[in-house]
């Protein structure tokens, strides 16, 4: 009895082995025909598991403000700031203080943040994934903060986003409101600690050479004094007078200073001085050691005094910029855009991920259909003869189709037909009773409604 064989290829032309198969359309049909069930089992498997996994996958959601560094109000001729150093170092040292370990902590804390993981992870743990879920970075590439380019540097302008990353949007927007306010509180702290610091450090100094200043008076006066001369040189030949003046001011400067201030104690250790020598007899020697070291003591005064002049200038530039941080007149840190609860989650991307799963499913079917191929010693093409029969024992026979076959054939291309017809209209008629009219989708789409 005589049996059909779905040879892939027919005894044509020359009786040789032959692989253009692997260039006709009708190969590959033939494999799917035969191995549909090894190409559709994994295909739907991948494709359900990936599919439930993405669908159950948690949204996170990102809620993120941005942050101006604005300059000084007041131009720099007029005032100087006291802080100098470049905006994107202090951002850096702000962010560092900010994502400190007991900061993060307090954080978390704060907000009750990963309730089902904390019974799970360690204070390390917790405080690693608060890292990773805050964001602080740049809003423009140029300006990064790890590229030290000459216009980052020369440019104080810049902007950054501060945001969080949660489950919860409302909680995200929360969480990321506290590090903006965290980060403009510890900028106004450092700044004014830094101007303050300065302040006080030549404060310090100016009193420091005030001290210095009312000691040589002290001697100077004393020398004079031992030699007959005025302590001072205000023109007074005698040292009643200058005794009187002396007496004078003091009472002309404690309505002013206090008792502990330097030029009061020099003052009074002047008055004191002119005292015991009033009371001693005078002596009127000229005794060149003693003028030697009275002209010595002069110069030293003089360079003291142009370095207090030079210290009290700068105490008071140093107490300009201190005003002018505390006024928050200086370069700041102003809130542009503030953390809202965001709509979508940026991840995960479920689109971008079942089009990688369905992918992933059609290669393991197409994966498993070709290694099952390749294992398969079955003879289905004049190739495989070949390799166990002589060639030339081989004679061709075409295959005759019956009516019969030829009628099936000719009622399967119409049924296909037919069918085609029916999805035509069927799709035809369903988008002319449930799709909006063509004009207004267009307008939908120009003003950017559909996303």
Excluded: C
């Amino acid at each position: 009895m005589l049996q059909k064989i779905d040879f892939e290829d027919n005894f044509d032309g020359p009786l040789e082995e032959d692989r253009s198969h692997l260039l006709r359309p009708s190969y590959y049909l033939d494999i799917i025909k035969r191995r549909w069930l090894s190409l559709v089992v994994p295909f739907v498997l991948i494709a359900a598991a990936g599919t439930a996994a993405v669908l159950i996958w948690p949204p996170t959601y990102l809620s993120e403000g941005k942050i101006l560094v604005q300059s000084q109000q007041i131009p720099t001729e007029l005032v100087r700031p006291t802080v100098t150093s470049a905006a994107q170092e202090r951002i850096q040292v702000i962010q560092q203080r900010t994502m400190t370990r007991d900061n993060l902590i307090a954080i978390a804390d704060k907000f009750q943040l990963f309730p089902e993981k904390r019974t799970l992870m360690s204070v390390t743990e917790l405080v690693d994934l608060m890292k990773k879920s805050t964001k602080i970075a740049p809003v423009d590439p140029i300006l990064d903060f790890k590229q030290r380019t000459r216009a980052a540097m020369e440019n104080p302008t810049i902007v950054f986003s501060v945001g969080f990353e949660y489950g919860d949007p409302a909680i995200a927007a929360r969480v990321a409101n506290e590090l903006m306010t965290r980060i403009l509180n510890e900028d106004l702290r450092d700044r004014t600690s830094r101007a303050t610091d300065t302040s006080r450090f030549l404060s310090r100094e100016v009193q420091r050479l005030q001290t210095e200043n009312a000691a040589l008076d002290a001697k100077i006066a004393q020398l004079r004094i031992a030699q007959g001369k005025p302590a001072t040189t205000s023109g007074q030949d005698q040292p009643t007078s200058t005794l009187a003046q002396l007496k004078a001011e003091l009472i002309q400067k404690s309505a002013l200073y206090s008792d502990k201030h330097p030029m009061i104690q020099s003052l009074k250790r002047q008055i004191q001085a002119m005292e015991s020598v009033a009371q001693a007899p005078a002596t009127n020697g000229n005794d060149a050691a003693a003028a030697a070291s009275l002209d010595a003591l002069v110069a030293q005064q003089e360079g003291l005094q142009k370095n207090l002049e030079a210290a009290t200038a700068k105490l008071m530039a140093a107490r300009l910029g201190e005003n002018l941080e505390k006024d928050q007149q200086s370069e700041k840190l102003e809130v542009i855009e503030q953390p809202t609860a965001p709509q979508e989650p940026i991840k995960p991307h479920r689109p971008k991920l079942l089009a990688l799963t369905l992918a992933l499913a059609v290669a393991a079917g197409a994966g498993l259909t070709f290694v099952l191929e390749l294992t398969d010693k079955a003879i289905r093409r004049s190739s495989d003869l070949f390799t166990i029969v002589d060639n030339r024992l081989i004679v061709p026979v075409p295959y005759i189709a019956t009516k019969a076959e030829l009628r099936r054939q000719r009622r399967r291309r119409i049924a296909a037909i037919v069918l085609a017809i029916v999805v035509v209209v069927a799709l035809l008629g369903g988008a002319y009773f449930f799709m909006p009219p063509l004009d207004l989708m267009l307008a939908k789409a120009r003003a950017g409604l559909f996303r």
